[in-house]
Antibody
Framework: EVQLVESGGGLVKPGGSLRVSCAAS????????MNWVRQPPGKGLEWVSS????????YFADSVKGRFTISRDNAKNSLFLLMNNLTAEDTAVYFC??????????????WGQGTLVTVSS | IQLTQSPFSLSASVGDRVTITCRAS??????LAWYQQKPGKAPNLLIY???TLQSGVPSRFSGSGSGTDFTLTISNLQPEDFATYYC?????????FGPGTKVDIK
């Protein structure tokens, strides 16, 4: 059974940093591009970042470029998002999601339950 | 590439046929996915490549379109279908989601 479990969310002050993690199981992690998607409270979904299966290719939304870093540890089946210089606009539930078995144009077929990041003084 | 959805919300009854539209600001071939999200839950992939039903998704869900205009249709709306629906393009990075369409009970 495919499982994605996020952790590391919490309360952080503006300008601070936080790293959220996603533990994957039930599939061959190193064969899939992985993604982060966020959702501010009561609002819609926003794609944040993607990382290729090997970790060689990284992609970021303009809203986080230069502040967020995505990485993965294929030996530990783990995905990470390091968030720096956080602002209130980064407050959201952060979901990790797997690329579909249908390929890179197939959407995201498995999602974690999300971890809440709150940026507030 | 930006996505717009219409309507923003709609009220429907069990058994109704519902259509949601997603429009892309430029052509994206058929690189479009649809998701369903219920409150407090992660999104669930319904359709990819504009019209391919994800495994395990009921056949009352269907998608169509290519280029810039796409539709999600739910025929014979069921109680468990009341949710918010999002489209997402996967044509090129940065990916984007539409703003969502909330389907609630009339």
């Amino acid at each position: 059974e495919v499982q994605l479990v996020e952790s590391g969310g919490g309360l952080v002050k503006p300008g601070g940093s936080l790293r959220v993690s996603c533990a994957a199981s039930g599939f061959t992690f190193n064969s899939y591009t992985m993604n982060w998607v966020r959702q501010p409270p009561g609002k819609g979904l926003e794609w944040v970042s993607s990382i290729s299966s090997s970790g060689s290719y990284l992609y970021f939304a303009d809203s986080v470029k230069g502040r967020f870093t995505i990485s993965r540890d294929n030996a530990k089946n783990s995905l990470f998002l390091l968030m720096n210089n956080l602002t209130a606009e980064d407050t959201a539930v952060y979901f990790c999601a797997r690329d579909s078995v249908a390929g890179p144009k197939g959407g995201f077929d498995f999602w974690g339950q999300g971890t809440l990041v709150t940026v507030s003084s | 590439i930006q996505l717009t959805q219409s309507p923003f919300s709609l009220s429907a009854s069990v058994g109704d046929r519902v259509t949601i539209t997603c429009r892309a600001s430029q052509g994206i071939s058929n690189y479009l996915a649809w998701y369903q999200q219920k409150p407090g839950k992660a999104p669930n992939l319904l359709i990819y490549s504009a019209s391919t039903l994800q495994s395990g998704v009921p056949s009352r869900f269907s998608g169509s379109g290519s280029g810039t205009d796409f539709t999600l249709t739910i025929s014979n709306l069921q109680p468990e279908d009341f949710a918010t629906y999002y489209c997402q393009h996967l044509n090129s990075f940065p990916f984007a989601f539409g703003p969502g369409t909330k389907v609630d009970i009339k």
